[in-house]
């Protein structure tokens, strides 16, 4: 699109008005409409971050520690941990535990979550 182009020109002013006065209208213009994206991006930056906070405030989980062990495997000279080995045996006790603790979390999460947008909802 060139800047001849019908939809890059300025709206024209009523006659008689001169061009350093449309200049200074439109650089009025352009400063406040500048302030009220400013002061949107605040609202809404300062909206987001009390929710963020709200949130947090409402989620303190306890997590279940993981099973771990110290294996260490060589592959061609390289040393590489794998500490958590154990969770690699779904069926083992220590792995069905860190399951159960991690879904009993999960699941009562999720139930307060409805509980809440239930009573939100009516």
Same mark, same amino acid.
Request: net charge neutral.
């Given at each position: 699109?060139?800047?001849?182009?019908?939809?890059?020109?300025?709206?024209?002013?009523?006659?008689?008005?001169?061009?350093?006065? +449309?200049?200074?209208? =439109? &650089?009025?213009?352009?400063?406040? /409409?500048?302030?009220?994206? *400013?002061?949107?991006? !605040?609202?809404? +930056?300062?909206?987001? =971050? &009390?929710?963020?906070?709200?949130? /947090?405030?409402?989620?303190? *989980?306890?997590?279940? !520690?993981?099973?771990?062990?110290?294996?260490?495997?060589?592959?061609?000279?390289?040393?590489?941990?794998?500490?958590?080995?154990?969770?690699?045996?779904?069926?083992?006790?220590?792995?069905?535990?860190?399951?159960?603790?991690?879904?009993?979390?999960?699941?009562?999460?999720?139930?307060?979550?409805?509980?809440?947008?239930?009573?939100?909802?009516?």
């Amino acid at each position: 699109m060139s800047l001849d182009s019908p939809r890059l020109r300025r709206a024209p002013f009523p006659p008689g008005t001169n061009s350093e006065k +449309a200049d200074a209208h =439109l &650089a009025g213009v352009d400063i406040v /409409a500048g302030i009220m994206h *400013f002061r949107f991006l !605040a609202l809404a +930056a300062t909206g987001l =971050l &009390a929710l963020a906070q709200n949130t /947090a405030a409402q989620t303190q *989980f306890k997590y279940p !520690a993981a099973p771990t062990n110290n294996q260490v495997d060589d592959y061609n000279g390289v040393k590489v941990a794998d500490p958590y080995r154990p969770l690699e045996n779904p069926d083992s006790p220590a792995s069905q535990a860190w399951i159960e603790a991690e879904n009993k979390i999960t699941f009562d999460f999720l139930k307060r979550s409805r509980n809440a947008t239930e009573s939100r909802n009516g």
